[in-house]
């Protein structure tokens, strides 16, 4: 099933609030620091309103990323309805799960998720073959609502010279079996208002099969470090 809508309109928000968001899939294994499944639940009974900035700042940068895939890669990569101007939501209704990927690589099928990031940040999680787990699951999430085989999860770190990495996710046919059965057996915990307790298990599991079919396909290599006077950047960028 497949939803088009404004991004940030009161349909769009009401409808992801039917739904376990591809970004929500992490929690359910206990594999982001940053968010408990508890928060996940709470979340769709009060939503957070995203600001307006948010979505204007998010655009801008995804843009920024698949420029620099074109560049470097010189791939064919953009929006679903050509602009970006719409949101597609993939739903999956019968496992309360559902997606809304970032753009599509056009000459090899494949989704693409764009994420961007500190220089401190790039360097510390995006250069080796293991880049944050809780974002492999965002795009086994989005494979599995999209029918896809094959995503990108891509990282541009924000300096003058910005660094790229580009890891390559197949679609894992074992973790999507679990995911959707976590998805099912928590949204009816919720409705009935069970509490819920993520395992031990789950999580050891969730993290090898993510690591397993994930691979580095290109890194930015580091680049020496710069040191802009009085860290005024447009002068360094415009000078000479």
Not at 16 to 23: F, G, H, V, W
Not at 66 to 69: S, T
């Given at each position: 099933?497949?939803?088009?809508?404004?991004?940030?309109?009161d349909a769009w928000l009401q409808t992801?609030?039917?739904?376990?968001?591809?970004?929500e899939v992490a929690p359910m294994f206990g594999l982001n620091p940053y968010t408990s499944l508890a928060e996940v639940f709470r979340?769709?009974?009060k939503p957070d309103r995203l600001d307006n900035k948010f979505l204007r700042a998010g655009k801008i940068y995804e843009s920024s990323v698949?420029?620099?895939?074109e560049v470097d890669l010189g791939w064919d990569?953009?929006?679903l309805d050509g602009s970006g101007e719409s949101s597609f939501i993939f739903a999956s209704p019968e496992n309360h799960l559902a997606s809304t990927p970032d753009a599509w690589r056009w000459d090899q099928p494949g989704l693409v998720e764009a994420k961007t990031t500190s220089i401190?940040?790039?360097?510390?999680?995006?250069?080796?073959?293991?880049?944050?787990l809780w974002y492999l699951a965002q795009v086994q999430a989005q494979l599995f609502t999209t029918n896809m085989k094959t995503g990108y999860l891509v990282c541009l770190g924000l300096t003058p010279d910005p660094p790229l990495a580009i890891y390559e996710v197949e679609r894992n046919d074992l973790f999507t079996e679990r995911m959707c059965q976590l998805a099912k057996s928590y949204w009816t915990k919720w409705q009935n208002g069970d509490s819920v307790r993520i395992s031990s298990k789950d999580k050891e599991f969730g993290a090898a099969e993510l690591k397993r079919t994930?691979?580095?396909?290109?890194?930015?290599?580091?680049?020496p470090e710069i040191t802009v006077p009085g860290n005024d950047i447009l002068d360094y960028l415009?000078?000479?």
């Open positions: 099933m497949i939803f088009k809508f404004k991004a940030g309109s992801r609030q039917n739904y376990i968001m591809a970004t979340n769709k009974v698949i420029k620099a895939i990569v953009g929006y401190e940040k790039f360097d510390r999680y995006w250069r080796g073959n293991e880049p944050p994930t691979k580095l396909l290109h890194v930015t290599e580091a680049a415009f000078q000479g």
